[in-house]
């Protein structure tokens, strides 16, 4: 009786475990012979079209054309995409110093908005063809300009590297980058 009773116990907890993994097989098989199915279009009494995937005496299998698709293309998040990381060194290329001001490196911020203040000094002056942009751990934080003063928003805590680049506006290439520098965000919280 307690042989049984314990063969009993063991085959339920199977039966428990399998019971999910055999319904996932059976939606799966059932959903993968929807989605292979054939269509059909027949007329009904009044002559309106009928589309089903059961084939009926008087309805005629479907020839459907491939769906069309699209990959878009990947970006940096920002209409403007530098098409060079590397600086090139051409004689507009004449920039003595790119650096962040501001924030300073290894930086602990302590900021509830989600704003970040970054300042960029450069020498000499930005030629009028030229822009500066931010990235945010490699990626493009902000849209190209010619202020060294940005504005980051819905910046969450963590810590982030920054970087500044200087941007031929006319060909996308990237004239010189400033080194990066390391800032930490705290956010506090409050508790439920």
Do not use: W
């Not at 292979?36 to 459907?64: C, H, W």
Request: proline fraction near 6%.
């Amino acid at each position: 009786m307690k042989i049984a009773k314990q063969f009993f116990t063991v085959t339920r907890f199977i039966a428990m475990k399998a019971m999910p993994l055999l319904a996932g097989l059976i939606l799966s098989l059932g959903c993968s012979s929807i989605a292979s199915a054939e269509i059909y279009q027949s007329k009904d009494r009044t002559g309106a079209a009928v589309f089903s995937d059961i084939q009926t005496n008087n309805a005629k299998p479907m020839v459907l054309e491939p769906l069309n698709t699209h990959t878009p293309a990947k970006t940096a998040g920002f209409p403007f995409a530098a098409t060079s990381t590397e600086p090139t060194n051409t004689p507009l290329n004449n920039y003595e110093t790119l650096s962040i001001q501001s924030p300073s490196h290894d930086q602990v911020i302590r900021n509830q908005s989600g704003q970040l203040s970054v300042a960029v000094a450069i020498t000499p002056a930005l030629l009028s063809q030229h822009q500066i942009q931010i990235l945010l751990d490699g990626s493009a934080a902000s849209e190209p300009q010619q202020s060294g003063r940005f504005e980051l928003n819905e910046i969450n805590r963590g810590t982030y590297q920054i970087t500044a680049q200087v941007i031929d506006s006319t060909t996308g290439v990237v004239l010189k980058s400033s080194s990066a520098i390391t800032v930490h965000v705290k956010q506090h919280f409050k508790r439920p």
